[in-house]
């Protein structure tokens, strides 16, 4: 769950294999009690689960930092806008590590 502040802010979802997008507020209904929720990110075997979900304006930087330690820092606004059922983008490779 995220509370918006302003109307001029967009959700911003990150999943686990490092994909993420942003879609507006304006895509997502608004449920009562009771209510199943709404879908915000197509889960697949390539996207994996959602890890953060974030309101985000613009100006924003989204920061991604890995178990290994890589980091990245990238402007919100060069994160594609797309719909809600959408995979998204690749945000940043992540390299499989077996043990």
Not at 48 to 68: C, E, H, P, Y
């Amino acid at each position: 769950m995220v509370c918006v502040d302003q109307e001029s802010q967009d959700i911003l979802v990150v999943s686990e294999n490092g994909y993420g997008k942003r879609s507006k507020i304006d895509d997502y209904r608004v449920t009562h009690r009771g209510g199943k929720g709404v879908k915000t990110i197509n889960v697949t075997e390539k996207t994996g689960a959602l890890v953060a979900i974030k309101s985000v304006l613009d100006t924003d930087d989204l920061m991604i930092i890995t178990q290994a330690g890589v980091t990245i820092r990238v402007p919100v606004s060069t994160i594609r806008m797309t719909g809600r059922a959408a995979q998204g983008v690749k945000l940043i490779n992540l390299r499989k590590t077996i043990l």
